[in-house]
Nanobody, 125 residues
């Protein structure tokens, strides 16, 4: 049984930093590409970043300014999303996802096979 269990998040103040974690079980984690998405209320789910099996990160256009950092620890079967200098507009439900297939990129939700349960991050001003 494949599980992606997310942790972290919650209510934070503008300017704070938060690190989200996503622990994967039931799969050979080191062979999976991992991604992070977010979905704000009333809006579509948006791609944030993906990280290759070799730990090479790629970021969505709106997430390349250095506030968001994706990383992975294959020994812990865990992918992380560090978010710095948070803003109220970062308030969303954040999702991790895993892909065991090869694509040229992993921007689309359809590239992923498994999803975490989502974790709410609320940034107050």
């Amino acid at each position: 049984q494949v599980q992606l269990v997310q942790s972290g998040g919650g209510l934070v103040q503008a300017g704070d930093s938060v690190t989200l974690s996503c622990k994967v079980s039931g799969r050979t984690f080191k062979n999976d590409v991992m991604g992070w998405f977010r979905q704000a209320p009333g809006k579509e789910r948006v791609f944030i970043a993906w990280i290759s099996t070799g730990s090479r990160p790629s970021y969505g256009t709106d997430f390349r300014g250095g506030r968001f950092t994706i990383s992975r620890d294959n020994a812990k079967n865990t992918v992380y999303l560090q978010m710095d200098n948070l803003r109220p507009e970062d308030t969303s439900v954040y999702y991790c996802a895993a892909s065991g297939r090869y694509y040229r990129n992993y921007i689309s939700q359809s590239n992923y096979d498994y999803w975490g349960q989502g974790t709410q991050v609320t940034v107050s001003s």
